[in-house]
């Protein structure tokens, strides 16, 4: 039978649907379970080359669930004060570890096949714009390739840093201030930084003077203060 314009969706579908059939037994679904709803779920290899392992990223704790699903996943704790952290392998070993930024200190932490979990090595301490007091940690890229070397990338106040997993300063770059500092008076705007703005309450003067000295820059509408006339009040 020659196939018509309304038969090839048809057959299309059904061609899907012989195939996914055929596939069902190749997939196994294992539920996984999260406590917070904002749990960061991701894949990554706990050995360089090996099958990819589910993360999960919950809290302060991060589970990693085998290929084999009748073992145990492996927990890590991560410290109290963590915020970012990567997966890499930082060492050149094989193996990925777990780099996490803990206040003003740079972690590491090994990840084992096993449920036994070792504690967290220092790398080296510096103050860094990612030790932000998060109320949770989160994923962030630490560890980026540079000249034939894996180091890690680190922002500071007014520049981004990278260093090696020793604290070696390898190369820096000029960056903005990450927080811009409240504005200050100039000749050209001498009024502080406008509080809400508040309009009169009923039954009081709906005009002010115009002079400079005196015209509020907060007002959501005013005259340029070159104005002679008295600048309406907004209504209340």
Same mark, same amino acid.
């Given at each position: 039978?020659?196939?018509?314009?309304?038969?090839?969706?048809?057959?299309?579908?059904?061609?899907?649907?012989?195939? /996914?059939?055929?596939?069902?037994?190749?997939?196994?679904?294992?539920?996984?379970?999260?406590?917070?709803?904002?749990?960061?779920?991701?894949?990554?290899?706990?050995?360089?080359?090996?099958?990819? &392992?589910?993360?999960?990223?919950?809290?302060?704790?991060? &589970?990693?669930?085998?290929?084999?699903?009748?073992?145990?996943?492996?927990?890590?704790?991560?410290?109290?004060? /963590?915020?970012?952290?990567?997966?890499?392998?930082?060492?050149?070993?094989?193996?990925?570890?777990?780099?996490?930024?803990?206040?003003?200190?740079?972690?590491?932490?090994?990840?084992?096949?096993?449920?036994?979990?070792?504690?967290?090595?220092?790398?080296?301490?510096?103050?860094?714009?990612?030790?932000?007091?998060?109320?949770?940690?989160?994923?962030?890229?630490?560890?980026?390739?540079? #000249?034939? #070397?894996?180091?890690?990338?680190?922002?500071?106040?007014?520049?981004?840093?990278?260093?090696?997993?020793?604290?070696?300063?390898?190369?820096?770059?000029?960056?903005?201030?990450?927080?811009?500092?409240?504005?200050?008076?100039?000749?050209?705007?001498?009024?502080?930084?406008?509080?809400?703005?508040?309009?009169?309450?009923?039954?009081?003067?709906?005009? &002010?003077?115009?002079?400079? /000295?005196?015209?509020?820059?907060?007002?959501?509408?005013? /005259?340029?203060?070159?104005?002679?006339?008295?600048?309406?009040?907004?209504?209340?």
């Amino acid at each position: 039978m020659i196939a018509s314009p309304h038969t090839r969706p048809l057959a299309s579908l059904a061609m899907l649907i012989a195939a /996914s059939i055929s596939l069902a037994g190749s997939f196994h679904i294992v539920p996984v379970p999260i406590k917070h709803p904002d749990a960061q779920v991701f894949a990554a290899q706990i050995k360089i080359g090996a099958p990819a &392992r589910v993360w999960v990223l919950d809290g302060n704790k991060i &589970r990693i669930y085998p290929t084999n699903t009748n073992a145990e996943p492996i927990t890590i704790n991560l410290p109290e004060e /963590s915020s970012a952290l990567d997966i890499a392998d930082i060492d050149g070993d094989g193996l990925n570890e777990i780099i996490v930024i803990d206040g003003n200190r740079i972690l590491k932490i090994a990840v084992q096949n096993n449920a036994q979990e070792k504690e967290p090595e220092v790398l080296f301490a510096l103050e860094t714009a990612l030790a932000d007091g998060a109320s949770k940690p989160y994923l962030h890229v630490l560890a980026v390739p540079y #000249q034939n #070397q894996t180091v890690l990338a680190l922002p500071r106040n007014n520049q981004f840093e990278l260093r090696s997993i020793k604290g070696d300063l390898i190369d820096s770059f000029p960056m903005p201030p990450l927080a811009a500092p409240n504005p200050k008076p100039t000749p050209y705007s001498p009024q502080p930084p406008c509080a809400p703005y508040k309009p009169r309450p009923l039954g009081q003067s709906n005009s &002010r003077p115009s002079h400079p /000295s005196t015209v509020n820059p907060c007002s959501p509408k005013h /005259s340029h203060p070159s104005s002679p006339h008295p600048i309406p009040h907004p209504e209340a």
